[in-house]
């Protein structure tokens, strides 16, 4: 099976947490600091803070930011469903707004429709790895006195109006799980220019003491608020570290295996890439197709093809969880509609030229088969 994603380890990467094993403290050692540095200077953003998820990062953040009871936060309906739990963690409520048909990223016009006056933030999810139209939204959240959060958990290593990914939000957070840009076997990061906020963070992901356990100098702490086992071990630093120097080389393979996939399906149209917006490099976290004549017509054949073909994402207030809090489907259109037509194809760093012609075969073949 070629599936739709998958990590990239070379001898660097093993190495690197080799040592830590052979040499380093576990948790909280040296490695946590690096990686911040690293992730900071490489995005831009003055402050970097490391968590244990992405799904952590999108929780500390909407915490720290203050959102509780009685506050709204918009989301797009096309994401993972974290990016909306997250808000029902604090006990905010999600408001979910339309994607774009041709990109599926969240709609400008769609968010300010969905704005009242319990709206506290808005959340960008650079969808497969497009950075959103930041341009707009920063405008639509300055107007309605917003914080804008960029869910990033696809899209580290792009760009938007030369301006890297890190740096387009109030805070932006990122995913290390295996299938994302970097890994570090799980893990996040939230990034921020504001030091007071990153040390808020930095507090949060530590059960809310007021120092960490490697810069305590005398024997009293104090808990300050209630914060979490948020950290993310030596070990998982040393493997994002390493993996972070080989982003640009990932980045590079992944943009040339889309150009592949759409020259190739640029003759095919029953097969629709997305839309690419303007002003903006893509990292092409993942490589969504459309498929008019209806996705499930093509999944089962193309998975006994040996294709790992999977569908990201149902709109998260479909979920049957989402449907007992009293969200009603028909909610937003574009993304429901999206929902039966979309099938991420195999991209990833180390598929092989070979891989990729036979994803592009495997198509061509149902296609044929199906009669699109
Ligand atoms: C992966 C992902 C998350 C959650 O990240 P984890 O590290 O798996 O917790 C959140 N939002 C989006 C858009 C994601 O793709």
């Known amino acids: 099976m070629i599936p739709y994603g998958r990590h990239s380890l070379d001898a660097s990467d093993l190495a690197a947490v080799v040592q830590v094993l052979e040499d380093g403290l576990l948790t909280g050692g040296p490695q946590v600091g690096c ?14 803070v490391v968590v244990s998820s992405g799904t952590a990062a999108l929780h500390l953040a909407y915490q720290a930011l203050g959102l509780g009871p009685g506050d709204e ?12 739990n ?11 707004a339309d994607v774009l048909a041709d990109s599926l990223l969240i709609d400008p016009a769609s968010v300010e429709a969905c704005i009242s006056p319990a709206s506290r933030a808005l959340v960008a999810v650079d969808y497969a ?22 869910d990033a958990c ?57 120092s960490d356990f490697a810069q305590r100098e005398g024997w009293q702490y104090a808990m300050l608020e209630l914060g979490y086992n948020y950290r993310l071990t030596d070990i998982q630093c040393a493997l994002g570290l390493s993996q972070l120097q080989r982003l640009p080389d990932f980045i590079a393979r992944r943009q040339a295996i889309a150009r592949r996939y759409a020259a190739a399906f640029a003759a095919l149209p029953a097969i629709q890439p997305l839309g690419l917006r303007p002003y903006r490099s893509h990292g092409y976290h993942l490589y969504v197709a459309r498929l008019p004549g209806g996705a499930g017509r093509w999944f089962q054949p193309l998975r006994r093809l040996g294709l790992g073909v999977n569908v990201h994402y149902q709109p998260v207030y479909l979920h049957p969880y989402y449907q007992q809090l009293g969200y009603a ?40 088969e199906i009669g699109l």
């Open 35 to 48: 990686f911040e540095q690293a992730l900071a200077q490489f995005s831009g953003a003055a402050q970097a």
């Open 73 to 84: 936060v918009i989301v797009p309906a096309i994401t993972f469903a974290a990016t909306a």
């Open 86 to 96: 997250a808000a029902l963690y604090c006990g905010a409520r999600p408001v979910f």
């Open 129 to 150: 790895g497009q950075p959103c139209d930041y341009a707009e939204l920063s405008e639509l959240a300055q107007r309605y006195g917003l914080h804008l959060v960029a």
């Open 154 to 210: 696809h899209s580290l290593g792009a760009s938007y109006q030369d301006r890297p990914v890190g740096q387009l939000a109030d805070v932006s957070c990122l995913s290390f799980h295996p299938v994302k840009p970097i890994t570090s076997g799980e893990g996040g990061a939230l990034l921020c220019q504001d030091a007071q906020l990153a040390e808020r963070l930095r507090r949060l992901r530590n059960h809310g003491l007021d």
């Open 329 to 368: 489907a028909g909610l937003c259109p574009q993304a429901e509609r999206a929902y039966t037509e979309i099938l991420s194809l195999p991209l990833y760093p180390a598929m092989s030229d070979a891989e990729v012609e036979q994803v592009i075969h495997c198509l061509c073949q149902v296609g044929e």
